[in-house]
């Protein structure tokens, strides 16, 4: 659905290597080191090319929250890390969310 999130999907190799290019971004702006950082689910969203909302498992009972942006492919794909959120849990749905929030 353009616009508007899709359904929660687990997540798969693709939505895992996309998290893993930003893993080092996400520790470094957060001050965080994490063990792990195993993508579980996401959700997706069509804007002028996709935004990736994926939930990633960081340890115990951690999760981190993204907002990965994937230009169009005549943009070459090109992604970027625009948001992320500490502190989550397995059980918080996946939401919109803006930078700084």
Request: aromatic fraction near 10%; proline fraction near 3%; glycine fraction near 8%.
């Amino acid at each position: 659905m353009r616009g508007g999130l899709g359904a929660a999907k687990a997540a798969d190799q693709e939505v895992q290597e996309i998290c893993d290019r930003f893993k080092v971004e996400v520790e470094q702006k957060s001050g965080a080191n994490f063990n792990t950082f195993q993508a579980v689910e996401y959700k997706t969203q069509l804007v002028a090319g996709t935004n990736y909302y994926p939930q990633a498992h960081v340890g115990g009972d951690q999760y981190v929250h993204l907002r990965i942006y994937k230009k169009l492919p005549c943009y070459h794909e090109e992604t970027s890390l625009t948001a992320f959120q500490l502190g989550k849990t397995r059980q918080d749905d996946i939401v919109h969310f803006e930078p700084g929030h």
